[in-house]
């Protein structure tokens, strides 16, 4: 079975700076696909960037990106320019080809002024 | 609407009680899955529907739970004689064709008193 790890419950930054939040995952597919999803206070999950893994080359989204290293079963994400609104709980997720999600624990993102 | 809808937004119920969660997908989505998230926890798969293909089940915790969905539309979920531990947020999510992104419902909360 596939499993996703979170190591970090709780992370915090300064408003401006670059914050990096970890994933590892384990699984025997070769194909998938890896997502990070942000959940405000209002619960509602949103994709914030998107990742197959027979793509070399890592996924940015804005001030969002990921390093991606797929030998090594690591998938961390990389906020840059942190903004007040990044605050949130950050799911780590994984999916084979048209099944459902696996998801970590999450880390809870603190952003302070 | 262009997003995932749930109904309610919250729902109190006594133990024993029934109840009947809603969701209705993003039109044209041909798969929608079903996740229940308990206080601080990552989702947990409950169930997945893909067009006319039966559904996969493998994630409902007890026979208690049961979900339909109608074609490629609505789906319900219901919960009988509901426990205490049934108490999460449930959250519904559709996707293109089961192969793409899930979209998120912003969920309902469920309090089993």
């Known amino acids: 079975a596939q499993t996703v790890t979170q190591s970090q419950p709780e992370m915090s930054v300064q408003e401006a700076e670059t914050v990096t939040l970890s994933c590892t995952y384990d699984?025997?597919?070769?194909?998938?696909?890896l997502f990070w999803y942000k959940q405000p206070p209002s619960r509602q999950m949103i994709l914030v960037i998107r990742?197959?893994?027979?793509?070399?080359q890592n996924a940015t989204e804005n001030r969002f990106s990921v390093n991606f290293q797929k030998a090594a079963k690591s998938f961390s994400l990389k906020i840059s320019d942190s903004q007040l609104g990044d605050a949130a709980m950050y799911f780590c997720a994984y999916s084979s080809r048209g099944s459902r999600l696996t998801f970590g624990e999450g880390t809870q993102l603190t952003v302070n002024p | 609407g262009a997003g995932v809808s749930q109904s309610p937004s919250n729902k109190v119920t006594e133990k024993g009680k029934d109840v009947e969660l809603r969701c209705d997908p993003i039109s044209g989505h041909t798969a929608l899955y079903w996740y229940r998230q308990r206080l601080g926890q990552g989702l947990e798969f409950l169930i997945y529907f893909q067009g006319n293909s039966a559904p996969d089940k493998s994630g409902l915790p007890s026979d208690r739970f049961s979900a339909e969905r109608t074609g490629e539309s609505v789906s319900t979920l219901t919960i009988q004689r509901t426990q205490q531990e049934d108490s999460a947020v449930y959250l519904c999510?559709?996707?293109?064709?089961?192969?793409?992104?899930?979209?998120f419902g912003p969920g309902t909360r469920l309090l089993v008193l």
């Open positions: 990742q197959e893994a027979y793509k070399q």
């Open positions: 999510a559709s996707s293109f064709s089961g192969k793409e992104t899930q979209y």
């Open positions: 699984t025997s597919e070769s194909d998938y696909y």
